[in-house]
C-alpha cells in the first residue's frame, strides 16, 4: 500500500471503523500492552486484505484523544519502530509502512497493512436470512 497525502488526510479527517480500517486510542509501542495492540491490529488487517490502523482516536465517538497524545508522535511511532515490532512477532515477516497526518493542530499516525490473506467478497460471503 504506497499513501498520498489526500488519503492519510480523508482517514484522519472522517475516521470510521471498518473491515479493512481500525481504530485505536493513544497507545504506547515500547510497553508490552501497547506493541500487543498493535501487533494484534496489524495480523487482523493482514489477514483481512490488509487496510489501515489509525492511533489517536476513540474508537466509539470516533473523536480525536487530545488527552493522551505522547509528545512526539512522529519518533514513538516511526517506521522502523512499528516494522519492528511486526517482524518480530510475525512467523512470515510482511511489511508495513507508517504515514502521518494533522487535525486540529496534532499528529496523528496511520499504519497501512498490506493484504496477506485475500478475502473474496462475493456473495457466497454474505449470510443468509431466513
Not at 484522519?12 to 501487533?39: M, N, V, Y
Not at 512499528?82 to 496511520?110: C, H, M, T, W
Request: glycine share 8%; net charge negative.
Amino acid at each position: 500500500m504506497i499513501f498520498d497525502e489526500n488519503q492519510v488526510q480523508a482517514l484522519i479527517d472522517r475516521p470510521g471503523e471498518t473491515l479493512q480500517s481500525e481504530i485505536k486510542q493513544w497507545i504506547d509501542p515500547a510497553i508490552a500492552e501497547g506493541a500487543a495492540k498493535i501487533i494484534k491490529a496489524a495480523f487482523a488487517l493482514y489477514n483481512r486484505n490488509g487496510g489501515y490502523l489509525l492511533i489517536g482516536f476513540n474508537d466509539k465517538t470516533l473523536e480525536p484523544d487530545t488527552e493522551n497524545a505522547p509528545a512526539d508522535v512522529k519518533a514513538v511511532f516511526h517506521q522502523d519502530i512499528i516494522q519492528g515490532l511486526v517482524a518480530r512477532y510475525a512467523s512470515k515477516p510482511f511489511e508495513v509502512q507508517v504515514a502521518f497526518g494533522e487535525r486540529d493542530g496534532n499528529v496523528y499516525p496511520v499504519i497501512a497493512i498490506k493484504p496477506g490473506v485475500q478475502v473474496r467478497q462475493d456473495s457466497a460471503d454474505k449470510p443468509t436470512s431466513g
